[in-house]
């Protein structure tokens, strides 16, 4: 009945003996409660947004539905655990492209601990965090039936200059694709961006719909949180972002949440210039040549 999702693209995963999300085959998805505060502080937001009549019904849905806390088997096999019972976001799409974009040029919560603050921080330095206010956490591009996915080891791509996370950000809307990013001389054609990216409903206005939300709303600051666009070439098959991951949500004690609308303006750039002129951006391949970016383009 549950089994490892076919479709996660970042965050702790069920393999090797470790605990991770499972679905079901009724379009649930089952997340684990994490350990420390992260598990019940994650289920006080779902809890605090389902009851808050103040979120508009538009805005919520780029929310995952939450059907409440249940206990299941883990994944690792430990015996039962409490998860997150979910709307699995990609149970719709045949072959999604999926790419999990962690918003913010700082993930660190304000009372966290200092020894977790480092840790943030530093990431936050290492990666393009910093300096784009997001970045890429992890990723897959379908490529075609015959060859799969391009999924990128998700390390590859989180210390990118703009350079590359535009490139990144354009390969994930083109045909013209391989499963190898060493094809990267290739000027990628971004056939698909009028589509996915465009459009009174694509991706753009959607984000711009988000962005004029967080310009008002002062319920909550959302740290390390992720946008997670999904698109398929399926006919019907709508472009959606939807936001995961509410571990470190905090009270926004009545001010805006400056760290997460910087981050959704930088990231509506990045997908306006690539609208307004696709061919601007001289296309680089990974530079980081200890990086194994050419990810496995298994069908899984
Ligand atoms: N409701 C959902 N439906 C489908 N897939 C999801 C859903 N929520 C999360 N995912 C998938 O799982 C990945 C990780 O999700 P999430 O960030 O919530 O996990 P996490 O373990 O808390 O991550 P992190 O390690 O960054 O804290 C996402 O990138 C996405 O691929
Ligand atoms: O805040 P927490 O609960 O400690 O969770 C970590 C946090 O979400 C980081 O942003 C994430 O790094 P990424 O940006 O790389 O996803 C890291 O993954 P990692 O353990 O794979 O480094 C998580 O463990």
Known sequence: MFKIPDHQVAGHQASNGMMGPVVDDSGLFFKPLQKDERGSKEVAF?????SNIDVPDKIRAYFPTFHGTQ????????GLHPHLVLQDLVSSYKNPSIMDIK?????????ASEEYIQRCFKKDRETSSLALGFRLSG??????????YWKPDRKCFQNSSAEIVKNVLKKFVSSNISADLDAGDLDFDCAFA??????????????LELKSWFEDQKFYHFYSCSVLM???KEPNAAAAIKLVDFAHVVDSKCA????????????????????????????K??????SNCNGDSSDR
């Open 46 to 50: 779902y809890e605090s947004l389902a």
């Open 71 to 78: 206990l299941i088997p883990a994944s690792d096999g430990s």
């Open 230 to 232: 999904v698109w398929d």
């Open 194 to 207: 009028p589509s996915v990216y465009g459009g009174s409903n694509g991706i753009l206005a959607q984000l």
């Open 103 to 111: 918003i913010g040029s700082r993930t660190w919560y304000p009372q």
């Open 256 to 283: 805006i949440d400056h760290n997460f609308l910087g981050g959704l303006c930088s990231l509506i750039k990045f997908i306006s210039e690539i609208l307004t002129n696709p061919h601007a951006c001289p296309n």
């Open 285 to 290: 391949p990974c530079s980081d040549s200890n």
């Open 139 to 148: 990723l897959q591009v379908h490529v075609s039936k015959e060859a799969g």
